[in-house]
């Protein structure tokens, strides 16, 4: 066995050599022998994680990397933020696993997100604690509005992620990953989003006016549009996993009209967008409506601890006694940094350090509105992406961003992809980024757009 090193690297990027080290190289093949072929991160990112700290972590090989995915968003605060980390230590020496029973931790927990909510929401609203997932809240959540509704079909959008199981996927438009699995989940109508990059209709962005809402509008009112009134419809403020695409304004606005005038509950799936990631708590303020089901997970604990939970309108309440339960609904220690994460979001102006942040990034990324395989730059607070496309015929350009990922690691950034073919570079650093880390990143990443630009 090799034993993990206890000394702290300078937190500056550094690698040596190729990747993967040796030592990584060992561990990578550990796990190939060993775990599911459904691993994923590892493949693409091929490093064996030995530490981090803050916005950086360290391989096995003692090689140093700005993390600029931040666990797929959970880690807001950083890793390791020692606020955090006390007080979920704290909470071990007390208790550890409550199921749904009342607790102190979880009281200030509750209390700590309510204080959150915009006030038009906090006097009505309800949560419910699930499994410890994000994709288990979205099941709760559509269980919810089913049994509130009595109706049985959903409409989704295309591009959206809401999970991998087997509910949540029915859910999601990615048709890879639903292919191999036999009789989903049924009654599922999914409508265009408003990608004006690519506009679903086939509009160009000047002309599009977001006329694609109008078909999800025409449908749910035509008494002969095939589709019965739905239980619930359920959008991301801003596709993550779709290729960081924020809504358009409208777009949402019109979508939450007509679900209140139909009385169709509007379900906002704030798992990565949730807990500070655009600059606001939640998403959905920045385009000042109010939904009927809130869902979030990845960043309640700040610091990685798993905990999901759905916020709703409690005339939604008509659940029976364990109608949705989970044995891990219960997770203390999570609760307990989940509080401390709120107080050190407002103490430290968090949020604000989001929007600043945000800014730079837009600046600093501005230079890529001229660059030919580069058909947008989008994002909103800390959650950007850079959409790569081959300029003679708008392809996603899946393997020219899988080469800029490639040499950013082995220059010391990690960068995730996305969207259709992988063909947006996406990043979600910690909410705690420094001006400095942002510039240091801007740096690599550039080099590596320039550097990986595909022969013509």
Known sequence: MIPTPTARPALVPRVEGALPGPRSAEYLEHQRQWESSARAYPRHLPIAIAGAAGSHLWDMDGNVFLDFLSGAGVLSLGH????????????????????????????????????????????????HFC???GANAVDAAIKLCKTATGRGDLVSFQGGFHGSSHAAMALTGLVAQKRPIANGVPGVHFFPYSYCA??????????CETNCVGLLERSLRDPNGGIP????????????????IPADRDFVRRVRALTAELDIPLVVDEVQTGCGRTGTWFAFEHYDIEPDVIIASKALSGMGLPVAMIFYDRRLD??????????????????????????????DDVLGNVRQRGRQLARRLGVLHDHVWVREVR??????????????????????ARAVQAHALR????????????GVIRLMPPLTVTAEEIELACGILLDAIERCHPAQ
Request: proline share 9%.
């Open 379 to 400: 994002g909103l607070g800390l959650m950007w992406g850079i959409e790569l496309a081959d300029p003679r015929d708008g392809r996603p350009a899946g393997g020219y």
């Open 198 to 207: 690519r506009c679903p209709v086939g509009l160009s962005p000047d002309t």
């Open 318 to 347: 008509g659940w029976a006694p364990g109608a949705h339960s989970g044995t891990f609904r219960g997770n203390q220690a999570a609760f307990a940094a989940g509080a401390a994460a709120v107080h050190v979001v407002r103490r």
């Open 131 to 133: 499994g410890p997932g």
């Open 80 to 127: 390791n933020h020692p606020e955090l980390v006390r007080a979920a230590t704290e909470q071990l020496t007390v208790l550890t696993h409550g199921l749904d029973f009342p607790t102190p931790a979880k009281r200030e927990f509750i209390d700590a997100q309510l204080s959150m909510l915009p006030p038009g929401l906090r006097s009505r609203t309800r949560m």
């Open 411 to 422: 220059h010391g950034l990690i960068v995730e992809l996305g969207g259709r073919d992988d």
């Open 229 to 244: 009134l739905p239980a619930a419809v359920i959008l991301e403020m801003v596709q993550g996993e779709g290729g960081i």
